[in-house]
């Protein structure tokens, strides 16, 4: 794999390259967001790590803007570990979040959870339509009376974990674990966070995600 770490702390690159070529990846690196959109711009990477505070253009705005042009993971590394940070972060299409300090054998697990969840595609060309909601599941769109939904990565694996649990009552833990790939410490607003908007994407269709009441939600017909 090739992994971008976007850092404007040498140090701290240092150690994560060491870590991610000891697991057999090529690491590139970035002193800041500019530095890494340009590199983005010009070469493909598999995942990329990303500071947020750092001069020139900071974390949020760099993976804005290399989400205009590239879909490649990016796990968040923060010294902010406020709940809105994390919330905006996913909210602009963060795979994960990592607040400093933290483990760099964590962040090795960190990535090849993410890197398993993008790497697993459904089998076959599947298809599956609710009335005007129309998921195709290996090409990762979605169409709302056939205009395509503009989701973000998460709200897309959000609502095919859904879909494929169609029927079943989903815990918000349970979702959170099982979609962010970690317990996100309890922090049941980040999925009610992203139900709103992935709701909001699917305009009359958003009937279908049943909120349930002191529990979670499920997918229903």
């Known amino acids: 794999m090739k992994i971008l770490i976007v850092d404007d702390e040498e140090m701290i690159r240092d150690v994560l390259r060491e870590y991610v070529?000891?697991?057999?990846?090529?690491?590139?690196e970035a002193a800041d967001g500019m530095e890494a959109v340009k590199l983005c711009r010009e070469k493909d990477y598999d995942l990329i790590l990303?500071?947020?505070?750092?001069?020139h253009l900071d974390g949020f705005s760099a993976v804005k803007e290399i989400k205009k042009v590239k879909d490649i993971p990016v796990i968040m590394l923060s010294a902010r570990g406020e709940e809105y940070d994390k919330l905006f972060a996913f909210e602009i299409g963060v795979d994960d979040y990592v607040t400093k300090p933290f483990s760099p054998k964590?962040?090795?697990?960190?990535?090849?959870?993410?890197?398993?969840?993008h790497t697993a595609k459904p089998a076959g060309n599947e298809i599956l339509k609710f009335e005007g909601l129309?998921?195709?599941?290996?090409?990762?769109?979605?169409?709302?009376?056939?205009?395509?939904?503009?989701?973000?990565?998460k709200e897309y694996e959000?609502?095919?974990?859904?879909v494929r649990n169609k029927g079943i009552a989903l815990t918000r833990e349970k979702l959170l674990y099982d979609v962010w790939g970690f317990d996100f410490y309890g922090d049941d607003r980040t999925v009610d966070t992203h139900v709103k908007m992935l709701r909001g994407n699917l305009k009359e269709y958003r009937k279908f995600i049943v909120t349930l009441r002191g529990l979670g939600y499920k997918f229903e017909e």
């Open 21 to 28: 070529e000891f697991e057999g990846n090529e690491a590139f």
């Open 50 to 55: 990303m500071d947020v505070m750092m001069p």
């Open 106 to 117: 964590e962040v090795m697990a960190r990535i090849n959870a993410v890197t398993k969840r």
């Open 134 to 153: 129309e998921i195709d599941m290996a090409g990762r769109n979605v169409y709302v009376d056939g205009e395509k939904a503009e989701l973000t990565p």
């Open 158 to 162: 959000l609502l095919f974990y859904l």
